[in-house]
């Protein structure tokens, strides 16, 4: 039951970003995403020696890179189908991912105080303000298809953050997201086409069609994605400290940001080369942990098992995949000015 509540922490934003992606014209696989999540966090643990109680999800830290390449239509992505274009993108993540290593490996050689001096707030603030911003036309565009139901999705997330109580705070993008479905059910727009197709049990696309799955590289989508490696290690420097602070030891020492930095990135490179989106720790499962006072990794270890299950079904990718695009442009908007957020902070 505790690795429920992790699973269920970390699930509305995990899976809202190979929708996004989706709206953007890539066809990034909810199935690879939970995946890759559950495995990248089993992962992260064995390299911090079972010691860091983090939840590994996906990065929304990326998504101005993935509409970026969505629109890129000069040189060889002129013609590129979007499933081509997509394992473009991902080659971007696994470097992106390397980038995380490069920078563990000079923290291990020469001590993280000195190479935090090079990047202070000022520097990671506004790159992280900017990927908020860019993503706002995007939540405009899914939430004008239906304003009300956007509306409806924002509300829902604004009350449950504002006034909610205990689990109700930690989970308001899960509950934005069900709420909001709800309604549209009871308003009739929710189209279950696809639901019916798919079958309760599949294999991810990577094991399917693996070479239209595996990662390519191009210098022009590593230009675009492997950059953000910048903005996304910092939030995961400041996830280290919150989390560190949280629990009451000091992980950053022990068993030190090298090692939660090796886990995060090699996490992320793994998920990129098999045509998944790039992870980052959560804040929100940090949230549970001050809420359930339970610190301990193995219920993490275990919302990651449920994870890995989930994603074994097509089925319940295509029940994902039927939440209308107008909530998820509503939740997109606060998420957006969540990110932005955080860069002004």
């Excluded at 970026?68 to 992505?77: C, N, P, Q, V, W």
């Amino acid at each position: 039951v505790l690795g429920l509540q992790h699973m269920f922490a970390m699930f509305g934003a995990t899976v809202l970003v190979p929708i996004l992606v989706q709206s953007y014209g890539l066809p990034l696989s909810i199935q690879t995403t939970l995946f890759f999540a559950g495995f990248g966090t089993l992962f992260f643990h064995v390299c911090t020696r079972l010691k860091v109680p983090a939840f590994l999800g996906s990065s929304f830290a990326f998504l101005g890179g993935f509409q970026a390449m969505a629109e890129m239509d000069a040189g060889i992505y002129a013609t590129m189908e979007a499933s081509e274009k997509l394992q473009y993108t991902c080659g971007g993540i696994v470097v992106a991912g390397l980038l995380y290593v490069l920078l563990a490996l000079i923290i291990k050689a020469v001590g993280v105080h000195r190479v935090m001096h090079y990047l202070p707030p000022v520097v990671t603030g506004p790159i992280i303000i900017l990927i908020g911003l860019n993503l706002a036309p995007s939540a405009v565009s899914n939430a004008s298809t239906c304003w009300w139901l956007a509306l409806v999705a924002m509300a829902i997330i604004i009350v449950a953050n504002i006034w909610g109580k205990g689990m109700i705070k930690i989970i308001p993008i899960l509950l934005g997201v069900v709420g909001s479905y709800v309604v549209a059910l009871i308003a009739g727009q929710v189209d279950f086409t696809g639901l019916a197709d798919s079958g309760w049990v599949g294999l991810q696309p990577f094991f399917t069609d693996f070479g239209g799955s595996v990662a390519k590289f191009d210098i022009s989508a590593i230009l675009v994605m492997a950059p953000i490696a910048i903005a996304s290690m910092m939030e995961h420097i400041g996830d280290m400290s919150a989390i560190s602070a949280t629990v009451g030891e000091n992980f950053i020492e022990d068993p030190g940001l090298h090692r939660t930095l090796i886990g995060d990135g090699v996490a992320t490179s793994l998920a990129g080369l098999f045509g998944g989106p790039a992870n980052t720790t959560y804040g929100e499962n940090t949230g549970v942990l001050v809420l359930s006072r339970v610190h301990d990794p193995r219920v993490i270890r275990l919302a990651a098992i449920y994870a890995v299950i989930l994603s074994f079904s097509p089925k319940f990718a295509a029940f994902v995949n039927s939440i209308p695009a107008a909530i998820i442009g509503g939740v997109s908007f606060i998420l957006y000015g969540m990110i932005s957020a955080v860069g002004v902070r």
